[in-house]
C-alpha cells in the first residue's frame, strides 16, 4: 500500500515542526508501521526512513509512536527492505 502524495507534519520533543513524506504503510504482526521520509535537507546527511508505529490513544484516534524495541524495528525495518527488493527485482 503506497502512500507517496501523503505528507504529514510531525512536532518533536522541543516543539519543532518537522514534514515527512508517506512512503509506505506495512502491516505487520497485527500492527501497523509508518515509513516516512525527511522532506528537509538535514546537515549533510542523506535522506534517511524513519519507521514509526501507527496506534492508537485514549480517545481512538490514530498516532504514531517511537518503537521502543530494538528487536521490533529490525523486524519492520528488515521486512521493509525486503519489500523495496522485491520491487526492484
Do not use: C, Q, R
Not at 502491516?27 to 492508537?56: F, H, N, R, W
Not at 524495528?73 to 521486512?79: F, G, H, L, Q, S
Amino acid at each position: 500500500m503506497t502512500h507517496e502524495d501523503e505528507v504529514l507534519t510531525l512536532t518533536d520533543e522541543e516543539g519543532n515542526e518537522h514534514k515527512f513524506s508517506v512512503i509506505d504503510i506495512i502491516e505487520m504482526d497485527g500492527s501497523e508501521y509508518a515509513i516516512l521520509l525527511p522532506l528537509e535537507e538535514g546537515e549533510g546527511d542523506e535522506e534517511e526512513a524513519i519507521i514509526l508505529k501507527i496506534d492508537t490513544d485514549d480517545d481512538g484516534n490514530e498516532v504514531l509512536v517511537d518503537i521502543d524495541d530494538d528487536e521490533e524495528w529490525e523486524k519492520v525495518a528488515d521486512t521493509w527492505t525486503s519489500m523495496v527488493e522485491e520491487e526492484e527485482a
